[in-house]
């Protein structure tokens, strides 16, 4: 088995992979929605008594209250993720007859495509599903491949294929760039919720071919970023645009604002003012220097760009 550090296939060809799957990102509110007794259907229902679920094509729930995200079972077999609104996000992996356990925060789906992706456990698709296999994450790794195929002995299965690599968990890329962040801080000029939900409105607006191509370029720049000894050490995060992964994030171009100005609402992510310069036409809309360091400057961009809405 062959561990890979850098990206093992070339940037283009994951572009090309993800622009031919259209996954749908859905973030859920804090309601809860609780499983009530019903022997015709599926049922569940809000704090308030509103029935929120109420389905004959669900034969099974796997969760009693859905605060995020659960998990149903369909008459076609299938398991099924849904939010805290009845909305269907995506096919969950199934296995021993229930749905995919939660390791490192993260659990694999199943994608319209039949490939292998993973979501969190927000209900939000954090890797595609453009693999033919995935294992689950174990510390922080989980063993992946774009080929081979499934075999039976006896009653277990198991995939086999000659080309497996290993994926980093996105959830230790962000721990590294927090660890990043923490020796700039500042005190940070804040955003308001409004502002805030009219961002992640904004953003939500985009196409999902973007989203998508958005979502797993950005990892790859990240752990490209991470697992690279001359930008870790690196104060200038401007030399994270000598990358070849930046370039690709570039190339797609000002489509994707709206999403850049959704991640820097956290301030561990103002290196991303790097590629929001790169793709803003319009200079008057950034936010060159500012007291206090990028933190505040991130901020101050996304208040700007705000501001021209």
Not at 7 to 31: K, M, N
Request: glycine share 6%; net charge neutral; charged share 25%.
């Amino acid at each position: 088995m062959k561990k890979i550090i850098s990206p093992i296939l070339s940037i283009a060809l994951f572009t090309t992979l993800i622009l031919l799957f259209l996954i749908h990102f859905q973030r859920v509110d804090a309601q809860s929605i609780y499983k009530c007794d019903n022997e015709k259907h599926i049922c569940y229902k809000n704090s308030d008594g509103k029935t929120i679920v109420k389905s004959k094509k669900y034969t099974i729930a796997f969760t009693d209250t859905i605060t995020s995200i659960g998990f149903v079972g369909n008459r076609k077999g299938k398991i099924i993720g849904i939010d805290n609104h009845g909305k269907e996000l995506f096919e969950v992996y199934k296995i021993d007859n229930g749905p995919d356990c939660v390791s490192d925060g993260l659990f694999r789906i199943i994608g319209k495509n039949g490939k292998v992706g993973f979501a969190d456990t927000c209900g939000v698709i954090v890797i595609p599903p453009v693999f033919s296999y995935a294992t689950p994450f174990l510390d922080g790794e989980a063993k992946v491949t774009f080929e081979g195929e499934e075999q039976k002995q006896g009653e277990y299965q198991y995939w086999e294929s000659n080309q497996w690599f290993l994926l980093t968990s996105p959830n230790l890329l962000n721990h590294s760039m927090n660890e990043m962040a923490t020796s700039t801080k500042f005190d940070t000029p804040t955003l308001t919720t409004e502002e805030k939900h009219k961002v992640k409105e904004l953003a939500a607006q985009a196409p999902d071919s973007i989203k998508t191509c958005f979502s797993f370029l950005l990892y790859k720049w990240n752990y490209a970023i991470t697992h690279n000894r001359e930008m870790l050490l690196s104060s200038n995060t401007y030399s994270y645009s000598k990358l070849p992964e930046f370039h690709y994030l570039k190339s797609i171009g000002k489509q994707i604002i709206p999403l850049i100005m959704e991640q820097l609402i956290e301030p561990s992510n103002f290196h991303l003012l790097v590629l929001y310069e790169a793709v803003q036409e319009d200079s008057r809309k950034i936010v060159k220097d500012h007291t206090g360091g990028e933190q505040n400057r991130a901020i101050m961009n996304v208040k700007r760009w705000l501001g021209s809405k």
